[in-house]
Every structure is written in structure tokens, then in C-alpha cells.
């Protein structure tokens, strides 16, 4: 615990790989809490028990390759782990390269208590896949983060519910693909010059801002409502549902390009905004 400003960052390596079992305290009372910092290859999140090949303390990194020593391809880091992290600072889980190419997959559900921030960033190219839900109570915020030309696919079946916290998803420029709903109190998704699909029922839910940028294309069969702020469309839409509601009560609603209604068959769309334009 730091009785300074800021936590400080802690980062855990070896030289082949490190299991994580211990704990790490990067709170600031007076000021900022700080980060542990792990960073395996490729790296499953579940609920099996048993962190593997992974490094023992947040940051969480999945091994690397050291001086020519060939690195354990895949890891294993519990959602149970996690929380005990999150409970002493923010926490950052990082693929690395090695023998594994990077890959984050989210394989069981997750469900974190916190006022502290979770950050999975997967490696240059390679793509995270959440394939089961993750609620998230207490305030923090997740952070979702391709780097390179990974892509984030949200699987059906998977919705992601930040509560009061705020829910990012950004990568460079590749695609982002929604099948499940989203929550948070803002929600971010942002996709560069790539595109964003959106599924019919991969609805979003904020109190705050809602913005969602893919200059590639935006494939939306989702409603949209917050309760607070503005929601934003950067790229060309095309509606892909029947019925489309987009909702707020506390701002506006801008598109920065063009609506496409009949790609898909004629389809309808509402906008109700309470106290902005629409435009």
C-alpha cells in the first residue's frame, strides 16, 4: 500500500513461465491506485481453479520466450485470481508473444466486485474472443483492447454488464463483432477505419455516453438507450433489424454519415432524443 499519490506499477516475467498464486497490494489511499501488470501468450479466462503459466501477480502476462528458451504456448488465469487483484489496484492482463500467437478467450462467465479497472489487451494481430458473460459490479470500468489487427468478437450468449462502470472496446483498425448485449455507465466501441456489427438483440444500455466508431461500416440491428449524454455514430450504418428504437433522455443523437435502411429489407427506425438534437 502506498501512502504516496500514485500505487506504482508492478510487473511480474520469467524466464519461462510463472504461475500465479500470490497477491500483489497497489492501493493509494491519498491518490491514484496503482497496476499490476501479467502478460502471457495465448491465454484463456475461466473458472477451472488453477492459474497456469502465467505470471503470479497483476499485471498478468502469459510467457515469453527469453534468450532463445521456448515459452509455454497457453495459460490459464481465473476470474477468481482476478478479483483477489482487483481488490488491491487496477489491473492490466497482456498476451505476449512467444510460442502461443496472443490470443485472449474469455471461456466461462466472470462476476467482479470492484471499484478498481480491468484492461485485457491481446498482442499485434491476434484476437479476443469473449465467448461467456462478465458482470461487473462496485464502480470499476473494463477495458477492452486489440492491438495491431486483432479483432474483439462478443459471442451470442456472452453479454457484458459493467453496472456503474464504464465498458471500452477499441482496436487499431480491425473489426468488432457484438452478438450479446452491452451495459455500462458509458459504453465505447470504437473499431478505427474498420467496421462494427451489431446483431439483432446485442442491444446497449448506458446512463452516459454512448459512441460507436467504425469508418468501414457500421451493421446495426441493435437498440441503443441511455439515460444521460449523447449517442454518437461515426461511419455509415446500415440497419440489419426490424424495429430499431436509438434513446436518450440527457443529450443528442448525431451521425456522421449516412443511414441505410434497405439493405436488409425495409426496416424501421425511432430516435428519441429528450434534450438534444438529431442530426
Do not use: K
Amino acid at each position: 500500500v502506498s501512502q504516496s499519490r500514485y500505487g506504482g506499477l508492478v510487473e511480474v516475467s520469467g524466464r519461462d513461465y510463472l504461475d500465479y498464486m500470490g497477491s500483489v497490494n497497489t492501493l493509494a489511499p491519498n491518490g491514484e491506485n496503482g497496476l499490476l501488470f501479467l502478460d502471457p501468450t495465448n491465454l484463456t479466462i475461466d473458472n477451472s481453479g488453477a492459474n497456469i503459466n502465467i505470471t503470479p501477480s497483476a499485471p498478468f502476462v502469459a510467457p515469453v520466450v527469453f534468450d532463445g528458451v521456448a515459452d509455454q504456448a497457453t495459460s490459464t488465469l481465473t476470474w477468481s485470481s482476478i478479483q483477489s487483484a482487483l481488490a488491491t489496484g487496477n489491473v492490466q492482463v497482456t498476451t505476449a508473444f512467444g510460442t502461443g500467437a496472443g490470443t485472449i478467450t474469455v471461456a466461462q462467465a466472470g462476476n467482479i466486485n470492484s471499484g478498481n479497472t480491468l484492461t485485457l489487451t491481446g498482442t499485434a494481430n491476434q484476437p479476443i474472443s469473449i465467448n461467456a458473460g462478465i458482470t461487473y459490479t462496485g464502480g470499476g470500468s473494463l477495458i477492452i483492447n486489440a492491438v495491431g489487427t486483432g479483432t474483439i468478437t462478443v459471442a451470442s450468449g456472452a453479454a457484458i454488464s459493467v453496472g456503474t462502470g464504464n465498458l471500452t472496446m477499441t482496436t487499431v483498425n480491425s473489426a468488432i463483432s457484438v452478438s450479446s448485449a452491452l451495459s455500462g455507465a458509458s459504453v465505447i466501441l470504437g473499431a478505427g477505419t474498420s467496421t462494427i456489427t451489431l446483431v439483432t438483440g446485442a442491444d446497449i444500455t448506458a446512463t452516459g455516453a454512448v459512441a460507436i466508431t467504425g469508418t468501414g461500416g457500421i451493421s446495426s440491428g441493435a437498440n441503443v438507450t441511455t439515460s444521460g449524454n449523447n449517442v454518437t455514430y461515426t461511419g455509415a450504418v446500415i440497419l440489419t433489424g426490424s424495429g430499431i428504437n436509438i434513446s436518450t433522455s440527457g443529450g443528442g443523437i448525431s451521425f456522421d454519415s449516412t443511414i441505410n435502411a434497405t439493405v436488409a429489407g425495409a426496416q424501421a427506425l425511432t430516435m428519441t432524443a429528450g434534450s438534444g438534437a438529431i442530426g
